[in-house]
């Protein structure tokens, strides 16, 4: 996966985790990530294993966008980790660790890939898969996390007793010796200053010759600061090699699919939805399924139908696929579009759009089984012109459209013009699903759903059918879990 020579310099200047243990080939549960994997991988793992790790990432990005407290943060973090990237500690002999640390690594590579061809995205993805090695670290069994550390050179010196005795007062008013640090052992480490700016910054350090006296209880600002140091400079360096991968046709669709990922999250694997259960919904259920349950994007094209009773192609084959995963099986889409279109003559409909219903449920041309839109895809391709009506109002309707459209499709469920401001600094941001995962929580209040909670766990939005389908849910007070297929199929969890 990686030249020769980039696989030489980083085993010789690393003091990698890979070879020293015997029974384990990554016998850490945290990676500094120093060694790509030099092994043969399938085009299908090189996307899962992005995939899963992205979807935890696009987690840790909409937490950092709604300001959630590092508490709230980290137990969000863990419970996606739990879902898409488990990594059990060492002492799970059930589990096959070796193969649960290799996801990890090579979907951290994959993204490397992705995200090191702008500053910006290096700048988030550094960011994300910081807050991703801190929760880990903070979640890791005490004494692993020890044998981690001593795994690596992170070039601290150990302060001699005699030392610490001859600065104890120094160093107890910069970082006052509690019950705690005494359970630690009472250590120190010296490093350079420049090392822990945070810990300068906050004068929680005594700084003595250019060193920062570091307690054991803030050893983790060390580590931090290296994982970030250490992944920036691999970024960079990455993104020095890329342009030789530019001409691999397989990869690169990859990896710009990717780096789209943190637009709007991963597409939703987990969704709810009552297709599965009771047959499905029918033509005459959707208006009134519009009005309670759509995210803001149906909703619009579903009030645009209604007022001009015809929608232009993308929107016709955005709220088509919707409706389908929905659950609107295809004599009914049929019958559903003809009342919709009054103004369209028989002739005219059958001859032109009957068919391409008959397409969006694989009957026609390809016959494929066309899943219905992500967020991402939505927000990003076929951008709307003025006159079309398909798209992300949150990302393509103007400030003052989107604040009217918003009032007049959710006031009845309780959004007022208060939410607004809230709303509009998260759009302002480009953190559209963030925005649209808020007036979820304002609009499903009534049925418990607190702030911070987004779609279920601290989810955010990524799918409109994600969003309908966790709506119907809670109305009907189930928990009845299906899984939206990468090919629309919906099934049963
Ligand atoms: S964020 Fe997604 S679900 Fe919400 S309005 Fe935009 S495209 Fe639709």
Redesign the pocket.
Known sequence: MFSARERYSDVKESKGQVEQHSHLKYPHRLNFYDIPPVEDITIEEFETCAIDRLRVLAEIESSFARNRPYDELKTITLAQCQKHLPLHSSSAHTMDLDSERRRDHIGHFVLRLAFCRSEELRRRFVKAESALFRTRYDSDDHTERGEFLNSRDFGWIKVQDDERDLYREELAAAAPITKEANADGGNYYKVKWTRVPDLVEKRRVFLKGGYAYVPSREQFSIVFQEFQMTLNKALEMTAKALPRLDEDTRIVPILNNLSQGFL?GVSSEWSTASAAEGGGITADMVEDLARRHF????RNLQETLRRDRHLKHFGRWQYGLFLKVLGLPIEEAIAFWRKSFSNIQEDKFNKEYKYNIRHLYGLEGKRANYPAKS?TQ??TADQPGSSDSHG???RHFSPDNLQTALLSMYSSQGLTAADLPEIMSTVKAGH??VA?TRVFEITHATRGVKKGEGVGDGES?TH?NQ?AARSRELERGKATAVKVEADGDVVMG
């Open positions: 709007a995210p803001a994007c149906m967020c939505i927000l992300c109002p949150y559209y699903h649209c939005v409109p969003y």
